[in-house]
Nanobody, 117 residues
Framework: QVQLVESGGGLVQPGGSLRLSCAAS????????MSWYRQAPGKERELVAS????????NYADSMKGRFTISRDNAKNTVYLQMNSLNAEDTAVYYC??????????WGQGTQVTVSS
């Protein structure tokens, strides 16, 4: 049974930091590219960051560059998202995604991040 379980979300003040984690099980984690997406109220889901299966390459949405860092630990079947300098526009539900080719595409249930004073 495939599972992606996100954790680490919560309420943070503007300028603060959070580290999200996504624990994977039920598939061969090291074969999959991993990504973080987010969806704010009334908006479409958008890509935040992605990382290749080996962790050798990463990609970020322009508004996250320099503030967010995606990483993975294949020994722990976990992907992380370090988020710094958070602002109100970062408030959203953050989702973990695992993808391998066009067929295998898994999603977590999401974790809420709220940036507010």
């Amino acid at each position: 049974q495939v599972q992606l379980v996100e954790s680490g979300g919560g309420l943070v003040q503007p300028g603060g930091s959070l580290r999200l984690s996504c624990a994977a099980s039920g598939f061969t984690f090291s074969y999959y590219a991993m990504s973080w997406y987010r969806q704010a109220p009334g908006k479409e889901r958008e890509l935040v960051a992605s990382i290749t299966s080996t962790g050798s390459s990463t990609n970020y949405a322009d508004s996250m560059k320099g503030r967010f860092t995606i990483s993975r630990d294949n020994a722990k079947n976990t992907v992380y998202l370090q988020m710094n300098s958070l602002n109100a526009e970062d408030t959203a539900v953050y989702y973990c995604n695992a993808r391998s080719g066009p067929t295998y595409d898994f999603w977590g249930q999401g974790t809420q991040v709220t940036v507010s004073s």
